[in-house]
């Protein structure tokens, strides 16, 4: 019974001792593999910072009264007729031209202009009974002589009323500025300090184009004379009546 006992058992599967050797050393012997290296992640690019947004505007603070109203346009020159209540002692001037002699200056710079305001007041006189042999006309080299030729025609004490023609047209220069503002100064020192109406008939315009649109203020300053010399006369003869 001993005979099957004495013979050592051989395990299933097992793999001969030399061959288990061999494959060791054979492992020992292989270069180690190296083992591949992460590739590094992609640095994130940085986030744009983001715009402030702009602030809203504040609105000023507007009374709802006010803001309900129209915008008025700035004042513009409007004509009409001045109604004064009854009761009151009026002296009121006509633009007539019985016995009356009117001087009138006129300057010469920008002829084709003044020229055409000359005709238009001449023509006014004689419409409103003024005689050619009443009238005393004294050209000046421009604008800024007209005060003086007005002064020396009211001085004579010849003449009722002075009327005054220019046209000044700005140019590129502050000239226009000086010239406009000492004509009508001027002219209204000679009406102040003598007592005779110089009436303001020169243009002051931006260009010749609206000089030519307003050459009918010769007539109309015509008719400012006439009416203040009338004034000033119906003064004298109320001043002349209240003396003793």
């Not at 005054?164 to 047209?169: D, F, N, R, S, Y």
């Not at 700005?170 to 009406?191: K, V």
């Not at 009416?227 to 009546?241: C, H, I, N, W």
Request: aromatic share 4%; charged share 30%; with cysteine.
């Amino acid at each position: 019974m001993s005979d099957g006992l004495d013979q050592p058992r051989l395990g299933l599967n097992e793999e001969p001792e030399e061959e288990r050797r061999e494959d060791v050393w054979e492992d020992a012997d292989a270069e180690p593999v190296a083992e591949p290296e992460p590739e590094p992640e992609p640095e994130a690019e940085p986030e744009a910072e983001a715009e402030p947004e702009p602030e809203p505007e504040e609105e000023e603070d507007v009374p709802a009264e006010e803001d309900e109203l129209p915008r008025l346009r700035s004042p513009e020159h409007a004509g009409g007729e001045l109604q004064i209540p009854d009761g009151y002692g009026v002296i009121e001037g006509e633009p007539t031209g019985n016995r009356r002699a009117v001087g009138i200056v006129v300057a010469r710079f920008n002829g084709e202009l003044t020229g055409e305001l000359l005709r238009r007041a001449l023509d006014e006189l004689e419409r409103l009974g003024v005689g050619r042999e009443a009238v005393t006309v004294i050209p000046v080299p421009g604008a800024f002589e007209l005060p003086l030729a007005a002064m020396a025609l009211a001085k004579t004490r010849r003449y009722s009323c002075i009327v005054a023609l220019g046209a000044v047209i700005r140019g590129e220069t502050p000239h226009f500025d000086y010239i406009a503002s000492e004509a009508a100064s001027g002219l209204q020192l000679a009406g102040l300090e003598t007592g005779v109406p110089v009436a303001f008939g020169v243009l002051t315009t931006e260009n010749e184009e609206q000089a030519r649109a307003r050459l009918d203020k010769a007539s109309e300053a015509v008719r400012t004379a006439l009416e203040m010399a009338d004034v000033f006369s119906q003064l004298r003869a109320a001043a002349g009546a209240a003396s003793p």
